[in-house]
């Protein structure tokens, strides 16, 4: 029995071996992550990745399912080596990158077309899945997912797993093209938990007589694992998953199923790795302004096998690094919102295992100020198993000027500014270093800004910390029944064309078009003023 079945047989469902004449019809699967803005490149300052890794955990199933004899996969345009796979995937940054999706699409002829996006992003999947339908008519089906359907697409109670319960954001693309305001560009709409069920919708394109979107329609059953919603707008059907979980010690990671080819700065050439440890897409602190809350994204689960899950990834990270022709050392960057969710158990016992077998590898991940001054003492047993670089959610020097942030747990101790210093003492004393993540538009005042980042380069000349910054100016996210996003469909770029734009670049997210409810667009002679701060801060660098 393979590991990892095609999603009919792990569901008790005949899958109808055809002899002779009769063969699957071939998956010719690509997938995309639509661009974020309309022209340009991104900044070689701007921390980024090369990876499109969310792409990489819908498609990790489907991926290695293509690996695995007796599969409809298996015979698809993705039965090949772990490289040639990934020149299926793309990570688009703007409409400049337009070209190569085109040319893509002229070499593969694909018959599904998987295109993730994030809100920001919008805009550009409804101009890739045009370039579609204008190459390919309707020979390719076009999958749509990722958090932007996550957030406009949902359950108005997640107990209440029945079509009823269905709800859609003015933002949902299956209501944007129900009431014309777009073109049917988007045949199936995935809300949720892709693993599983973008698997089986390559199934069903293979095995359906005629490729059309009723038979895939039907193949989906409800009991395939994940919680997802599918939307097929055309036919006006939706389909609620009964909310089997996804088993995800029997699931490929992302890294098993796409290898490793990206480097973060910060481990010096070592290759770094994007490790998850599973435990759902939620972060427990639920900070109104993220996306990652876990009220919208959903809450942590199986958090049990999620240690085993991670150090399971390190070791996948390091054999594939030693595939690598010049044998290249390894790293990994531990994506959870909060390293395993901060828990002192799960911390342990991935140090146990670290510990009775060492790896050859260094890691980072995402802590919280609170966390490293209250988990001192885990840090530094993470610290002597391989733990250099912790990313610090900043955001800003004042907290209570914005209405206060979930994480702000330590207030009645000390200041949060206080308390950053407290931290990155503790990580500088431990030799760790530190990222930070600087979030504008939060209600703060321009003043209040440049002194964050005029601290920061202070702390930077006197004690060589934080290393990197990651400057963002906060978007009003749909984030499901929010009322605050109600009114924006997110059918405009985030940013239009001028020097804004060429200054948002150099930024993580930001917009122009979508501020927090209540709080003034950002204006370019502000956004100068923190690039010059920000040139500073890297200005040190280069000394
Ligand atoms: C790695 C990462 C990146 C990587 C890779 C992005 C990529 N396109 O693959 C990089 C650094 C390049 C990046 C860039 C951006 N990112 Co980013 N990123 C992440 C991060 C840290 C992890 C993503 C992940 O794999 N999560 C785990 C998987 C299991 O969950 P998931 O991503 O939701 O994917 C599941 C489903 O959504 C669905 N799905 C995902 N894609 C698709 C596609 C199809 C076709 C289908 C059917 C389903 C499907 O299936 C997946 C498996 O269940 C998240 C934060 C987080 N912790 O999740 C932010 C996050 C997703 N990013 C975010 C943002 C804003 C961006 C940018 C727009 C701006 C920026 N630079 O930060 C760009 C967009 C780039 C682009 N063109 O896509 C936001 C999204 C918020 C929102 N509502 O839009 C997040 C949530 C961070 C945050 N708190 O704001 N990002
Ligand atoms: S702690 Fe960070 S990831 Fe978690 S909800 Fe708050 S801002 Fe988002």
């Given at each position: 029995?393979?590991?990892?079945?095609?999603?009919?047989?792990?569901?008790?469902?005949?899958?109808?071996?055809?002899?002779?004449?009769?063969?699957?019809?071939?998956?010719?699967?690509?997938?995309?992550?639509?661009?974020?803005?309309?022209?340009?490149?991104?900044?070689?300052?701007?921390?980024?990745?090369?990876?499109?890794?969310?792409?990489?955990?819908?498609?990790?199933?489907?991926?290695?399912?293509?690996?695995?004899?007796?599969?409809?996969?298996?015979?698809?345009?993705?039965?090949?080596?772990?490289?040639?796979?990934?020149?299926?995937?793309?990570?688009?940054?703007?409409?400049?990158?337009?070209?190569?999706?085109?040319?893509?699409?002229?070499?593969?002829?694909?018959?599904?077309?998987?295109?993730?996006?994030?809100?920001?992003?919008?805009?550009?999947?409804?101009?890739?899945?045009?370039?579609?339908?204008?190459?390919?008519?309707?020979?390719?089906?076009?999958?749509?997912?990722?958090?932007?359907?996550?957030?406009?697409?949902?359950?108005?109670?997640?107990?209440?797993?029945?079509?009823?319960?269905?709800?859609?954001?003015?933002?949902?693309?299956?209501?944007?093209?129900?009431?014309?305001?777009?073109?049917?560009?988007?045949?199936?709409?995935?809300?949720?938990?892709?693993?599983?069920?973008?698997?089986?919708?390559?199934?069903?394109?293979?095995?359906?007589?005629?490729?059309?979107?009723?038979?895939?329609?039907?193949?989906?059953?409800?009991?395939?694992?994940?919680?997802?919603?599918?939307?097929?707008?055309?036919?006006?059907?939706?389909?609620?998953?009964?909310?089997?979980?996804?088993?995800?010690?029997?699931?490929?990671?992302?890294?098993?199923?796409?290898?490793?080819?990206?480097?973060?700065?910060?481990?010096?050439?070592?290759?770094?790795?994007?490790?998850?440890?599973?435990?759902?897409?939620?972060?427990?602190?639920?900070?109104?302004?993220?996306?990652?809350?876990?009220?919208?994204?959903?809450?942590?689960?199986?958090?049990?096998?999620?240690?085993?899950?991670?150090?399971?990834?390190?070791?996948?990270?390091?054999?594939?690094?030693?595939?690598?022709?010049?044998?290249?050392?390894?790293?990994?960057?531990?994506?959870?919102?909060?390293?395993?969710?901060?828990?002192?158990?799960?911390?342990?016992?991935?140090?146990?295992?670290?510990?009775?077998?060492?790896?050859?590898?260094?890691?980072?991940?995402?802590?919280?100020?609170?966390?490293?001054?209250?988990?001192?003492?885990?840090?530094?047993?993470?610290?002597?198993?391989?733990?250099?670089?912790?990313?610090?959610?900043?955001?800003?020097?004042?907290?209570?000027?914005?209405?206060?942030?979930?994480?702000?747990?330590?207030?009645?101790?000390?200041?949060?500014?206080?308390?950053?210093?407290?931290?990155?003492?503790?990580?500088?004393?431990?030799?760790?270093?530190?990222?930070?993540?600087?979030?504008?538009?939060?209600?703060?005042?321009?003043?209040?800004?440049?002194?964050?980042?005029?601290?920061?380069?202070?702390?930077?000349?006197?004690?060589?910390?934080?290393?990197?910054?990651?400057?963002?100016?906060?978007?009003?996210?749909?984030?499901?029944?929010c009322l605050e996003s109600a009114?924006?469909?997110?059918?405009?770029?985030?940013?239009?064309?001028?020097r804004l734009l060429e200054l948002?670049?150099?930024?993580?997210?930001?917009?122009?078009?979508?501020?927090?409810?209540?709080?003034?667009?950002?204006?370019?002679?502000?956004?100068?003023?923190?690039?010059?701060?920000?040139?500073?801060?890297?200005?040190?660098?280069?000394?």
């Open positions: 029995m393979p590991i990892f079945p095609p999603v009919a047989s792990a569901l008790a469902r005949p899958v109808s071996r055809r002899s002779g004449s009769e063969t699957y019809r071939q998956i010719r699967a690509i997938a995309v992550s639509a661009p974020e803005c309309l022209e340009g490149a991104k900044s070689s300052r701007a921390l980024n990745s090369c990876d499109p890794v969310s792409l990489f955990n819908a498609c990790r199933h489907a991926a290695c399912l293509a690996q695995t004899e007796g599969n409809p996969w298996a015979s698809s345009t993705w039965a090949a080596k772990r490289s040639d796979v990934r020149k299926h995937f793309m990570l688009m940054y703007s409409l400049d990158d337009i070209p190569a999706f085109e040319a893509l699409l002229v070499s593969q002829r694909p018959n599904v077309v998987l295109i993730g996006a994030m809100t920001l992003c919008m805009p550009g999947a409804v101009e890739c899945a045009k370039r579609v339908r204008r190459l390919l008519g309707d020979s390719a089906v076009i999958v749509l997912g990722g958090r932007h359907v996550n957030e406009t697409l949902y359950l108005e109670d997640e107990k209440r797993r029945e079509v009823s319960s269905v709800r859609h954001h003015k933002a949902s693309p299956g209501r944007l093209i129900r009431d014309r305001t777009i073109s049917p560009l988007f045949d199936i709409i995935i809300s949720g938990e892709a693993e599983m069920v973008i698997s089986a919708i390559g199934e069903g394109l293979a095995q359906s007589k005629e490729l059309n979107l009723k038979n895939i329609s039907e193949f989906l059953s409800l009991t395939i694992p994940g919680l997802w919603i599918a939307d097929f707008p055309g036919m006006d059907t939706t389909h609620v998953s009964s909310g089997i979980r996804l088993d995800q010690n029997q699931l490929p990671s992302a890294i098993k199923a796409f290898g490793v080819q990206s480097s973060f700065d910060i481990f010096r050439g070592r290759l770094t790795s994007h490790v998850f440890s599973y435990t759902g897409r939620g972060c427990f602190y639920d900070c109104a302004f993220c996306s990652e809350r876990r009220s919208v994204a959903g809450g942590i689960y199986d958090a049990h096998g999620a240690p085993a899950r991670v150090y399971r990834q390190f070791q996948e990270t390091i054999s594939i690094s030693n595939e690598n022709p010049n044998a290249r050392k390894a790293s990994a960057f531990v994506e959870d919102s909060i390293f395993l969710n901060g828990s002192p158990s799960q911390i342990n016992v991935l140090c146990e295992l670290l510990e009775q077998k060492p790896l050859e590898l260094i890691f980072g991940g995402q802590f919280t100020v609170d966390l490293v001054i209250q988990r001192r003492s885990l840090i530094e047993r993470l610290a002597s198993n391989g733990l250099r670089y912790v990313f610090l959610g900043l955001e800003t020097l004042e907290p209570e000027a914005i209405g206060g942030m979930s994480k702000d747990i330590g207030s009645a101790h000390a200041s949060w500014q206080k308390r950053f210093h407290e931290a990155l003492s503790t990580l500088i004393s431990l030799r760790i270093s530190c990222g930070c993540a600087l979030l504008f538009g939060l209600g703060e005042s321009q003043f209040s800004r440049e002194h964050l980042l005029s601290l920061l380069i202070k702390l930077r000349r006197t004690t060589g910390q934080p290393v990197t910054l990651s400057a963002n100016w906060a978007v009003q996210h749909p984030l499901k029944n009114d924006h469909d997110y059918l405009q770029w985030g940013t239009p064309e001028g948002f670049h150099r930024f993580g997210e930001a917009s122009a078009r979508y501020p927090l409810h209540g709080i003034a667009p950002p204006q370019v002679d502000e956004v100068t003023r923190i690039i010059e701060r920000l040139d500073a801060f890297e200005a040190l660098d280069e000394k």
